[in-house]
Nanobody, 119 residues
Framework: QVQLVETGGGLVQAGGSLRLSCAASGQIWANDVMGWYRQTPGKEREMVAMITPGGTTNYADSVKGRFILSRDNAKNTVYLQMNGLLPEDTATYYC?????????????WGQGTQVTVSS
């Protein structure tokens, strides 16, 4: 089992910044990919940013140039620095960790943290 503990989030004005953190514990595999998804009511959960153990990142087009995802492998923790926040960034943000073991992908999710951007 894997546990994900998310911190950060909250209320911020448009143009402001927030930082989310997600720490993983439990049965961690070396090939894990970690990152963040977000979801608003009535919409599907969408990928925000993901990062490999080697530091390769993948960002949604809507956040490129504004959000920065990094990780500390020693702490099994990822950090999402969100700058230039927009009202449309308002959502519940979920940390995700993925493992591929013998061709099978395992996914674990955090409990979610709310980010609200006021205009």
């Amino acid at each position: 089992q894997v546990q994900l503990v998310e911190t950060g989030g909250g209320l911020v004005q448009a143009g402001g910044s927030l930082r989310l953190s997600c720490a993983a514990s439990g049965q961690i595999w070396a090939n894990d990919v970690m990152g963040w998804y977000r979801q608003t009511p009535g919409k599907e959960r969408e990928m925000v940013a993901m990062i490999t153990p080697g530091g390769t990142t993948n960002y949604a087009d809507s956040v490129k140039g504004r959000f920065i995802l990094s990780r500390d492998n020693a702490k099994n923790t990822v950090y999402l620095q969100m700058n230039g926040l927009l009202p449309e960034d308002t959502a519940t943000y979920y940390c995700k960790i993925e493992f591929t073991i013998m061709g099978n992908q395992l996914n674990y999710w955090g409990q979610g943290t709310q980010v609200t951007v006021s205009s």
